[in-house]
């Protein structure tokens, strides 16, 4: 079955320090991976994507991810967060090809200043 | 990137009512999907709508309770029928921006049913 599994649904880190957050997906082909992030009162914006190529990805605000094929994990990294960061997180597939997102069940990021 | 609202933001509505939710785009674009984010869930994919062809559902979804009109390339609505509790929900409208599946999503309508 197609799925995306985040691993962490709360994590509270202090300002400055690094963040990794966990994606794995179980989807039998070829995939595209994405990382949206939802910001209190605010849309889903998009965070980084990936694509195909250099599997480490750079995003906005610092983020990265690194696509891991062996793995199926596709993980977001930021290595000193911000009070900003504050936000919801989520891990998304799309199948080569197709319109549709698998997404996770997202992970709440709390930043304590 | 494109700019998308939905109205309403939220509203609070009786079991046993109806609900349709606007979604507008500031350029014309071919795909338009619907989301659902029940609480403490993820976001589900309602249904795909193209101009000028009818919806196409997600397994679980059907047409009765979430008819769907798509009249051009800038507009789309999605209608909650007959509503119960089950269906408090953020409901979202996102648009494929053309590029490998990537998609810009709108505010979405925090719908609460009593």
């Known amino acids: 079955a197609q799925s995306v599994s985040q691993h962490n649904h709360h994590v509270i880190l202090s300002e400055a320090a690094s963040l990794e957050l966990g994606c794995n997906y179980s989807?039998?082909?070829?995939?595209?991976l994405f990382w949206y992030v939802q910001y209190p009162g605010q849309h889903l914006q998009l965070l980084l994507k990936y694509f195909s190529g250099d599997p480490l990805v750079k995003g906005i605000k610092g983020f990265e991810a690194e696509f891991i094929k062996s793995k199926f994990s596709f993980n977001l990294r930021k290595p000193s967060v911000q009070w900003s960061d504050t936000a919801e997180y989520f891990c998304?597939?799309?199948?080569?090809?197709?319109?549709?997102?698998?997404f996770g069940t997202g992970t709440r990021l709390k930043v304590l200043a | 990137s494109a700019v998308i609202s939905q109205k309403p933001s939220r509203d609070i509505c009786q079991r046993g009512t109806s609900l349709t939710i606007q979604c507008q785009v500031d350029s014309q674009v071919t795909m338009m999907f619907w989301y659902r984010q029940q609480p403490g869930q993820s976001l589900t994919l309602i249904a795909t709508?193209?101009?000028?062809?009818?919806?196409?559902?997600e397994s679980g979804f059907v047409i009765d309770k979430f008819p769907i009109s798509r009249p051009n390339l800038t507009f789309s609505t999605l209608t909650v029928s007959n509503m119960s509790p089950e269906d408090s929900s953020i409901y979202l409208c996102?648009?494929?921006?053309?590029?490998?599946?990537?998609?810009?999503f709108g505010p979405g309508t925090r719908l609460t049913v009593l």
């Open positions: 709508a193209n101009q000028g062809s009818e919806a196409t559902y």
């Open positions: 996102s648009v494929d921006t053309g590029t490998r599946g990537e998609q810009f």
């Open positions: 989807y039998g082909g070829t995939v595209n």
């Open positions: 998304a597939v799309i199948g080569s090809g197709t319109y549709k997102y698998i």
